[in-house]
């Protein structure tokens, strides 16, 4: 069974902080990494996606990717208010690119 | 200039009634998905399909019927619906190149309700 896990939360941190948040998935195979944001009521909202290992930056956010420990990573800096909500990761099963498995979800708290 | 949409956002039903839902995409893509997100906020594949082909069709019951009469619209048909299938239902679509699906976009979600 594949999974992708992800600790729930919630993550609290201060407005003007870097959020961390992590994953882990069993899949070896997986080559496609996904993060969404998710508001409550909303619908997932793609934020950054990595195929390659090591660093991606798109603005405050950077996705990490380390496929020999089969973890990826996302990190909010300058964390905002606006910010909080439920980040869900999102893994390929290895010979899909079709077909995402998506974590459970950690909700983040940014505290004005 | 909605990217993909869903119809209708909310849906409330009796046990047993068939309902089905709407979905269509403006992006251009070739394939689309849907999901079930539950009460514990897990979201799970239901279907996918590219080019008007199923290519995922996971463990559902065959209460669930999606179609796709083209590209740009995926339809999800339910019968005899039972409370279980509570639930909101995201519509998804990605584009592929050769056998390789890129990132997905999610439409605003339906919220199915039985009673």
């Known amino acids: 069974q594949k999974e992708v896990e992800q600790n729930s939360g919630p993550l609290s941190v201060p407005e003007g902080a870097i959020a961390s948040l992590n994953c882990t998935y069993s899949?070896?195979?997986?080559?496609?990494f996904f993060w969404y944001r998710q508001y409550s009521g909303k619908s997932p909202e793609l934020i950054m996606f990595?195929?390659?290992?090591g660093d991606k930056e798109d603005g405050r956010f950077t996705a990490q990717l380390n496929k020999a420990s089969q973890y990826v990573s996302l990190l909010i800096r300058d964390s905002q208010p606006s910010d909080s909500a439920t980040y869900l990761c999102?893994?390929?099963?290895?010979?899909?690119?079709?077909?995402?498995?998506f974590g459970s979800g950690t909700r983040l708290l940014v505290r004005p | 200039d909605t990217a993909v949409s869903q119809t209708p956002k909310y849906l409330v039903t009796q046990m047993g009634n068939d309902k089905s839902i709407k979905c269509e995409q403006n992006?251009?893509?070739?394939?689309m998905y849907w999901y079930k997100q539950d009460s514990k906020k897990f979201l799970k594949i239901m279907f996918s399909?590219?080019?008007?082909?199923?290519?995922i069709n996971e463990t559902v019951p065959n209460r669930f019927s999606p179609k796709s009469p083209d590209k740009a619209h995926l339809n999800l048909h339910i019968n005899s619906l039972e409370l279980g299938d509570s639930a909101v239902y995201f519509c998804?679509?990605?584009?592929?190149?050769?056998?390789?699906?890129?990132?997905?976009?999610f439409g605003p979600g339906t919220r199915l309700t039985v009673t």
């Open positions: 399909y590219n080019n008007k082909e199923l290519i």
């Open positions: 999102a893994v390929n099963v290895g010979d899909s690119s079709y077909k995402l498995i």
């Open positions: 998804a679509s990605s584009q592929t190149s050769g056998s390789y699906a890129y990132e997905q976009y």
């Open positions: 990595i195929y390659s290992n």
């Open positions: 992006l251009g893509h070739d394939t």
């Open positions: 899949d070896r195979g997986s080559q496609s």
